[in-house]
Nanobody, 125 residues
C-alpha cells in the first residue's frame, strides 16, 4: 500500500503558474503509474494527466495539453504537476493517484487504487 500527500495548491491569478507535489510513502514509487485528477464544484472528477512508471511517457487531457507538465523523481518518491498559463477554468481540487499497472492504460479514475487527500487550486480572473 502506498500513501500519497499533495501539496502546493493555492490562489493564483489567471496566467500564473503553480507546481503541485505528490509525496509518496509506504511503497516504492516506481512500482506505480501516477495520475493527476481534478474535481471542480458540482462536477465529476476528471483526468488531468498521467506518467509512466519510469517517467519516460506522459499523457494529458486536451484541456491542459501544452500548459501542464507531469514529471517524477522516483528517488525522491515525488511526482509533480507543473501548471502554467492557468485560467479560472482550472480551479478545482487536484488529486494525485497511484495505479499499479505496468503501463498507463486509459484515463478512468477507477484504475487508480490509491489517492491523496487533494489540494485546492483557485485561479482568479
Amino acid at each position: 500500500q502506498v500513501q500519497l500527500a499533495e501539496s502546493g495548491g493555492g490562489l493564483v491569478q489567471a496566467g500564473g503558474s503553480l507546481r503541485l507535489s505528490c509525496a509518496a510513502s509506504g511503497r516504492t514509487l516506481s512500482n506505480y503509474v501516477m495520475g493527476w485528477f481534478r474535481q471542480a464544484p458540482g462536477k465529476e472528477r476528471e483526468f488531468v494527466g498521467a506518467i509512466s512508471r519510469s517517467g519516460s511517457r506522459t499523457y494529458y487531457a486536451d484541456a491542459v495539453k501544452g500548459r501542464f507538465t507531469i514529471f517524477r523523481d522516483n528517488a525522491k518518491t515525488t511526482v509533480y504537476l507543473q501548471m502554467d498559463s492557468l485560467t479560472p477554468e482550472d480551479t478545482a481540487v487536484y488529486y494525485c493517484a497511484a495505479d499499479p499497472s505496468l503501463y498507463v492504460v486509459g484515463s478512468s479514475p477507477n484504475r487508480y487504487d490509491y489517492w491523496g487527500q487533494g489540494t485546492q487550486v483557485t485561479v482568479s480572473s
